[in-house]
């Protein structure tokens, strides 16, 4: 397995071209026929015995669909200079995108809505995130205000969310199963997906063996829902995420909006009575 830096990036670019062709699930062949190249080209390359030129290197990237830093990483790696800016927060650049962020997370009140990086840090809560994180996550009341707080680390931590999860057998794989891909393409969350992994490994235990033929799966809902147990009774959840459409700075291209929808009446009525 090619070597990891300290911060999960790949140390080659061999490297990080093999482990992004491996999250996007395509061989090399299939790799090849899009971008045009033979398949012995593909692998002379993975293998370090080849250089991409930088506009065929560009277009390798976007058909594996790698995070912008990683993209940039992948760049410096091959002798070549950035691709992609990376404004800092409060950048004047970023002005209108931070207002667009806020007005997401206000029309959403009261259902929880928060503002995540590419690490799964939380940037922005809207009040009803707040008052849920208070809820799911009760050790934050612990924390100096202004801690911050990485969600995948909460997910992994023996009193976080997952504790009052009351379908977790139902949701947790499917969890993990969609975070271990986004590790695949973001390394540096590999430590934190696996946390959560062994957390998970020991509420549900290990996969029972089936001694007689399984019976035809049940339908499975459009959505899934997650339900917790919580003072004011069980809270019932969807999610979709929302995320700038072709972003060409890294900042903008890690963030992600989580929003949370009230997937039955009950759940509703505890946020619009609590939050007004």
């Known amino acids: 397995m090619p070597a990891l830096r300290q911060n999960g990036m790949m140390d080659t670019l061999p490297g990080t071209l093999q482990s992004l062709r491996k999250g996007a699930r395509l061989s090399q062949m299939e790799l090849s ?21 930088r506009g065929l290197l560009l277009t390798w990237l976007q058909e594996l669909n ?6 940039n990483a992948a760049m410096l790696q091959a002798g070549y200079a950035p691709a992609f800016g990376e404004a800092r927060p409060g950048d004047a650049s970023l002005t209108q995108a931070e207002h667009a962020l806020t007005q997401l997370l206000s029309a959403h009140d009261p259902m929880p809505a928060f503002v995540l990086d590419a690490s799964w840090n939380v940037l922005q809560f809207n009040r009803g995130g ?17 801690t911050p707080l990485n969600m995948l680390d909460a997910m992994g931590h023996p009193e976080g969310p997952v504790a009052a999860i009351t379908n977790l057998a139902e949701v947790g794989p499917a969890l993990l199963a969609h975070l271990r891909h986004e590790a ?18 020991e509420r549900l235990g290990p996969p029972a063996k089936a001694k007689h033929p399984e019976p ?11 339900r917790f ?19 060409q700075d890294i900042t ?21 009575e609590n939050l007004g």
């Open 216 to 226: 035809p799966a049940p339908r499975l809902a459009p959505v899934l829902t997650t």
């Open 33 to 53: 026929f899009r971008l045009g190249v033979s398949q012995r080209h593909v692998s002379y390359v993975e293998s370090g015995r080849a250089r991409p030129s």
């Open 66 to 71: 790698g995070p912008l830093v990683v993209r």
């Open 229 to 247: 147990r919580t003072s004011f009774g069980e809270l019932a959840f969807f999610s979709m995420f929302t995320t700038f459409g072709t972003p």
């Open 252 to 272: 903008l291209a890690s963030l992600k909006v989580e929003h949370m929808f009230a997937a039955d009446a009950a759940t509703g009525q505890i946020l619009r």
């Open 184 to 201: 695949s393409m973001h390394p540096p969350l590999i430590s934190k997906v696996e946390a959560y992994a062994r957390l998970l490994a």
């Open 130 to 146: 707040f008052w849920l994180a208070g809820l799911l996550i009760p050790f934050l009341a612990d924390q100096p205000p202004g």
